[in-house]
């Protein structure tokens, strides 16, 4: 069983950045970040393989948010740039027991463990 803990949500003003951290109790393969806006359904952002070589985003993120892990460290991490209000949510950690191998990484189901979840409010 992997535990998952974020943490580096907060208040921050629309075009500032801001970086969320996950700790893990254990050994993770992919891993990766959604969010769940008030109102709305839980939707993916970001994943990355195990030795961080492969990467995907969701175009609403792409170009803005940077995911990266240190497995020395069990740390997964989401560096954001240039938030938006439209970013304000709730961000989860997801790890799976198998590496990324595809689309089907964007799906929540996919994922066998999750963070209790980190706020992030982006002000106007």
């Known amino acids: 069983q992997v535990q998952l803990v974020e943490s580096g949500g907060g208040l921050v003003q629309a075009g500032g950045p801001l970086r969320l951290s996950c700790a893990a109790s254990?050994?993770?393969?992919?891993i990766g970040w959604f969010r769940q806006a008030l109102g709305k359904e839980r939707e993916f952002v970001a994943v990355i393989s195990y030795r961080g070589g492969t990467t995907n985003y969701a175009d609403s993120v792409k170009g803005r948010f940077t995911i990266s892990r240190d497995n020395a460290k069990q740390t997964l991490y989401l560096h954001m740039n240039n938030l938006k209000p439209e970013d304000t949510a709730v961000y989860y950690c997801?790890?799976?027991?198998?590496?990324?191998?595809?689309?089907?990484?964007?799906?929540?189901?996919?994922?066998?463990?999750w963070g209790q979840g980190t706020q992030v409010t982006v002000s106007s």
């Open positions: 254990g050994r993770t393969y992919a």
């Open positions: 997801a790890a799976d027991g198998q590496d990324f191998s595809g689309i089907l990484y964007r799906l929540a189901r996919t994922y066998d463990y």
